[in-house]
T-cell receptor, first 111, second 116 residues
Framework: GEDVEQSLFLSVREGDSSVINCTYT??????LYWYKQEPGAGLQLLTY?????DMKQDQRLTVLLNKKDKHLSLRIADTQTGDSAIYFC???????????FGKGTTLSVSS | ETGVTQSPTHLIKTRGQQVTLRCSSQ?????VSWYQQALGQGPQFIFQ???????GRGNFPPRFSGLQFPNYSSELNVNALELDDSALYLC???????????????FGPGTRLTVL
């Protein structure tokens, strides 16, 4: 089955760019997603990318997808303290019924 | 437009008991999925319901069961609770019709279950 790996922690200074990386094993996902989870809250969809694209930009967020290496990244420009949270990458399963999540990357932003 | 709501927010049960968690889908959504998120882990897919029928299931035992009602609200039932069932249970609703936004799932805030 699908396995999704992420680095566990990232620490940046306010105003810097953050890059969160993700690798996945199953290339059959149609869409790949980035979700944000703040303490005590559910998951908020940040952005997604269709599997035949290699880049998507959405305001401060840039998603890069390298299908050959099965690597997905999320770049947050001008990172703010309010961006501190856990970020999950996810792909949909072959049936399109479920999301397969990584373990999450905790982003800590210091001022 | 109301978002996805879940109840209760927290609850504590003892091993062997049964629990029912509830979810109200976002208005207009006909598909609901349930996920279990253990501490420090990513969410794991339990199952999905579409128009009151189970439409996919993850690697969870039969003591995890669900229902979806005609108004598209949903329940997750867990029998014979085990200590490892302690987790945040997330409900997500979506439209079955994929469209250009894909299988976009909108998550509720979750129910924190503690099994003692």
């Amino acid at each position: 089955g699908e396995d999704v790996e992420q680095s566990l922690f990232l620490s940046v200074r306010e105003g810097d760019s953050s890059v969160i990386n993700c690798t996945y094993t199953d290339s059959s996902s149609t869409y790949l997603y980035w979700y944000k989870q703040e303490p005590g809250a559910g998951l908020q969809l940040l952005t997604y990318i269709f599997s035949n694209m290699d880049m998507k930009q959405d305001q401060r967020l840039t998603v890069l997808l390298n299908k050959k290496d099965k690597h997905l990244s999320l770049r947050i420009a001008d990172t703010q303290t309010g961006d501190s949270a856990i970020y999950f990458c996810a792909g949909d399963n072959q049936a399109g019924t479920a999301l397969i999540f990584g373990k999450g990357t905790t982003l800590s932003v210091s001022s | 437009e109301t978002g996805v709501t879940q109840s209760p927010t927290h609850l504590i049960k003892t091993r062997g008991q049964q629990v029912t968690l509830r979810c109200s889908s976002q208005s207009g959504h006909n598909t609901v999925s349930w996920y279990q998120q253990a501490l420090g882990q990513g969410p794991q897919f339990i199952f999905q319901y579409y128009r009151e029928e189970e439409n996919g299931r993850g690697n969870f035992p039969p003591r995890f069961s669900g229902l979806q009602f005609p108004n598209y609200s949903s329940e997750l039932n867990v029998n014979a609770l085990e200590l490892d069932d302690s987790a945040l249970y997330l409900c997500a609703s979506s439209l079955a019709a994929m469209g250009p936004s894909g299988n976009e799932q909108f998550f509720g805030p979750g129910t924190r279950l503690t099994v003692l």
